[in-house]
T-cell receptor
Framework: EPEVTQTPSHQVTQMGQEVILRCVPI?????FYWYRQILGQKVEFLVS????????KSEIFDDQFSVERPDGSNFTLKIRSTKLEDSAMYFC????????????FGDGTRLSIL | QKEVEQNSGPLSVPEGAIASLNCTYS??????FFWYRQYSGKSPELIMS????GDKEDGRFTAQLNKASQYVSLLIRDSQPSDSATYLC????????????FGGGTRLMVKP
């Protein structure tokens, strides 16, 4: 069964450094998302992306965050200058449509900021 | 502000019993509802989706939606120890960038 793949599985970074989290969505999906989950807390929406532009973003997704689809298969999340509070699991998801189409999640990247 | 509320649990049921998980939501224009299962340290895994009032069955799982009461539930029949996980309710408002709003999840423990 097709799946969303994310790399790396675990990223450890010094505070203030830039990180790039990578995702390969399911191949025929056109809608892409990033969510995060701080340990013990809810899954939170960060951003949705379609047709090479951001569709919606949350308050969390400030100027330190950016997303990009650099080629036909990858979807990336960049955090420009990491803070301690950015430590979380980051999940990429994709769907083949909007509305009632389900979103399928990757295994996540655990980001640890030191 | 959209809110999705779930009882955090744990909900403990014996093996073979029916587990009933509940979720309420605050946004009246919410239109799609999803149940995800999340094992500890893992990603959310889609279990079921529902969009219309009433029941929807898929194997041992039944989702129930009542839009008037802003309530969605998941029944798991013949619960197995492998069903022990946190169950997340997620709500989608179609004209909001397809954003899913998640509840905090209910931890289910199925005892052999």
């Amino acid at each position: 069964e097709p799946e969303v793949t994310q790399t790396p599985s675990h990223q450890v970074t010094q505070m203030g450094q830039e990180v790039i989290l990578r995702c390969v969505p399911i191949s025929n999906h056109l809608y892409f998302y990033w969510y995060r989950q701080i340990l013990g807390q809810k899954v939170e929406f960060l951003v949705s992306f379609y047709n090479n532009e951001i569709s919606e973003k949350s308050e969390i997704f400030d100027d330190q965050f950016s997303v990009e689809r650099p080629d036909g298969s990858n979807f990336t999340l960049k955090i420009r200058s990491t803070k301690l509070e950015d430590s979380a699991m980051y999940f990429c998801a994709s769907s083949d449509g909007q509305g009632d189409r389900p979103q399928h999640f990757g295994d996540g990247t655990r980001l640890s900021i030191l | 502000q959209k809110e999705v509320e779930q009882n955090s649990g744990p909900l403990s049921v014996p093996e073979g019993a029916i587990a009933s998980l509940n979720c309420t939501y605050s946004d009246r224009v919410s239109q799609s509802f999803f149940w995800y299962r999340q094992y500890s340290g893992k990603s959310p895994e889609l279990i079921m989706s529902i969009y219309s009032n009433g029941d929807k069955e898929d194997g041992r799982f039944t989702a129930q939606l009542n839009k008037a009461s802003q309530y969605v539930s998941l029944l798991i029949r013949d619960s197995q120890p492998s069903d022990s996980a946190t169950y997340l309710c997620a709500v989608n408002v179609w004209d909001a960038g397809n954003m899913l709003t998640f509840g905090g999840g209910t931890r289910l423990m199925v005892k052999p």
